[in-house]
Nanobody, 126 residues
């Protein structure tokens, strides 16, 4: 059974940094499109970043471009999200998601992702 689990969320001051991790089991992060989404209280879940199956392309939302970096460690089968220059508006629950292996391209639509973690809370204080 596929399982993805996020970790690394925390309370941090504005301007600080965090690195989120997503550990996968029964799924290879380098064989699937992997993405990060987030959901703030009272808001819809939104895409944050994505890495293609080949790893050659990454995508970012306008809100995080230039501040966040998605990467993966194939040896440890882990996806990461390095978040720098954090802002209070980055406060949300962050989710890791994976597409089925047949798809190689990123998608910003959550319905295109088949496996999800439980989320990790990131809170940025002003």
């Amino acid at each position: 059974q596929v399982h993805v689990q996020e970790s690394g969320g925390d309370l941090v001051q504005a301007g600080g940094s965090l690195r989120l991790s997503c550990q996968a089991s029964m799924l290879l992060v380098d064989s699937h499109v992997m993405a990060w989404f987030r959901q703030a209280p009272g808001k819809k879940r939104e895409p944050v970043s994505c890495i293609t199956k080949s790893g050659s392309d990454t995508e970012y939302s306008d809100a995080v471009k230039g501040r966040f970096t998605i990467s993966r460690d194939n040896t440890n089968n882990t996806l990461y999200l390095q978040m720098n220059s954090l802002k209070p508006e980055d406060t949300a629950t962050y989710y890791c998601a994976a597409r089925v292996w047949q798809h190689g391209a990123c998608s910003s639509s959550e319905i295109d992702y088949n496996w999800w973690g439980q989320g990790t809370q990131v809170t940025v204080s002003s």
